[in-house]
């Protein structure tokens, strides 16, 4: 084992797991100690050839993965890394992927974070051994969302298509709701009654409430979230902005002297609240459609490909599984056949339909 240590101006180092490809030997190990031993601001390097993991401490301040990386690539090894799709909760706007990849990329060990808002999916590029799922749930929870893992052939099926198309019909109803009970106190406030208005101010109040605490509590349960967290987000722009004119409008429904008092005239504002939560509502309503319609869409696309290709190996034809097929590989395409994989073609010709992929319905001719 060889151990360097390099002068370096922060206090805190950073230790972390890689999974190293190619060792066979003790010459091995060495020669990959050495290489990471002489990036600047690695303080040590330990290298284990029975579980192929490199151990390594830096200053995270000069190091990031990548000069790592490099450095075994340079001494003529690699760094394995896998794949997980992890399904996010909570998130309805832009603003919400860019919180969450960025709250996974500053977990150590992750070199690429890609999120999908329309199927809810969080694809990770990460190093085994330098982080795990656990990571990124406490990760994506400290930014104010939830994480859920999916085994990797999972794809959206019957049981997220009953979530989804129970979370439109939840959101249908809350708008329905909401904006029908908007447009009954917006009238009431531009009717010329015959009496004092501020009579109507505890009937508007019952009117407000369960809008105001049942439609509007998942904006109240994302805002508390993020908040919890030390962030903020759409739900805390809503939840502010409606609790405050609905707190005003009951204080003065339940206390109209001391607005008086102050020469002011008693008004309240339950329709501003009850309708702005009705508008988000009808917002995150047509989003959940949209979503639906994505996530059908790609069921069927996904459904077009083929599972299974015909390779030519040692003279023979086998049929075998996409996983299994490897760069190099030939394979045949009989008439009619799907293309499986992207490739060349060495022999033969064929008209070939690429409408999934351009649009066009008119098959082309390949050769």
């Not at 502010?240 to 005239?265: H, I, N």
């Amino acid at each position: 084992m060889v151990i360097e240590e390099h002068p370096s101006t922060t206090t805190t180092n950073q230790e972390i797991s890689l999974p190293i490809i190619g060792m066979t030997c003790a010459s091995c190990v060495r020669r990959v100690e050495r290489t990471l031993g002489k990036v600047p601001g690695v303080a040590a390097a330990n290298v284990n050839l029975a579980t192929e993991q490199a151990t390594v401490s830096y200053d995270p301040a000069q190091v990031k993965l990548p000069d790592l990386q490099a450095a075994v690539e340079q001494a003529g090894y690699g760094i394995r890394r896998e794949e997980v799709s992890l399904a996010v909760q909570g998130m309805t706007c832009a603003s919400c992927v860019n919180r969450v990849e960025r709250a996974l990329k500053k977990v150590p060990g992750v070199e690429s974070v890609a999120v999908n808002l329309a199927t809810e999916r969080a694809t990770i590029h990460y190093y085994p051994g330098a982080a795990s799922v656990a990571d990124f749930r406490a990760a994506v929870e400290r930014a104010g969302y939830t994480l859920e893992e999916l085994a990797a052939e999972d794809e959206p099926g019957e049981a997220l298509a009953a979530e989804r198309a129970a979370e439109i019909r939840s959101l249908r109803t809350k708008f329905t709701m909401s904006f029908a009970v908007g447009v009954l106190l917006m009238a009431a406030m531009f009717i010329p009654w015959p009496f004092d208005h501020t009579r109507l101010f505890p009937l508007m109040f019952l009117l407000a409430t369960p809008i105001q605490f049942w439609a509007g509590w998942q904006f109240y349960r994302g805002a508390w979230a993020a908040g919890r967290h030390g962030s903020t987000n759409m739900n805390t722009l809503v939840a502010v902005g409606t609790t405050a004119a609905y707190g005003y409008s009951v204080f003065v429904t339940f206390f109209p002297q001391f607005v008086q008092r102050a020469g002011l005239q008693p008004q309240v504002y339950y329709e501003s609240a009850v309708i702005i939560i009705a508008l988000i509502l009808m917002g995150r309503w047509l989003e959940a459609r949209a979503k639906g319609q994505t996530s059908a869409a790609i069921t069927a696309l996904l459904g077009l490909a083929p599972k299974t290709a015909r390779v030519i190996r040692n003279g023979q034809e086998l049929d075998l599984p996409l996983a299994e097929i490897v760069t190099g590989d030939l394979l045949r395409v009989r008439p009619g056949d799907k293309v499986p994989v992207d490739g060349t073609i060495v022999e033969g010709s064929s008209a070939v339909d690429e409408s999934m992929l351009t649009g066009e319905s008119i098959p082309v001719e390949k050769r």
